[in-house]
């Protein structure tokens, strides 16, 4: 995770591709989805359950996402983490993405549970962003309509679909 607000911004500002939307040039899909097996099954491992896996995405700039069922966590809710097409960014959710602010979130989030998914990521090479700052406005190097209608956010210029 980017050391502070500066490192992340940096960060989201450097993968954001002028020329490709949802993969970045350098974009291995078989690796990519080799990696995301991995992690699933590691989750699966980690938290003796079976994961809900949706990697069949298209038209979208991240690669998928896994969901771990709140009767396998120790936080009582479902844990979603969703995998971006860049640079290897994972976000990790309550329940889902955009229902909880970062102080709520992390109020529900069982430290066992956030030490074993923090693990499995940084030993995959992702890495983990929070959640929160994705919800700004969108002001990188694409137009913002090319998104979507209204207002562009980050989230969806890693981890939506386009």
């Not at 959640?131 to 406005?137: A, G, M, T, V």
Request: overall charge negative; glycine content about 6%.
């Amino acid at each position: 995770m980017p050391a502070d607000e500066a490192q992340l911004w940096q960060l989201m500002h450097s993968l954001d591709d002028p020329e490709h939307l949802e993969i970045p040039a350098n974009y291995d899909h078989r690796r990519a989805r080799a990696r995301f097996k991995h992690l699933s099954e590691r989750l699966d491992r980690d938290f003796n359950c079976q994961t809900d896996v949706d990697q069949h995405v298209q038209d979208a700039s991240f690669h998928g996402r896994i969901a771990i069922p709140a009767a396998a966590t120790a936080t009582g809710h479902p844990l979603v983490i969703v995998i971006s097409n860049f640079g290897g960014l994972a976000v990790l959710a309550v329940d889902n993405p955009g229902v909880w602010d970062a102080e709520a979130a992390g109020q529900l989030l069982h430290p066992d549970d956030s030490t074993r998914i923090r693990q499995a990521l940084d030993d995959l090479g992702y890495t983990l962003i929070p959640e929160e700052p994705l919800w700004q406005r969108y002001d990188g190097t694409w137009d913002p309509a090319t998104f979507a209608p209204g207002d562009a956010t980050w989230w969806t210029r890693y981890f939506d679909y386009l």
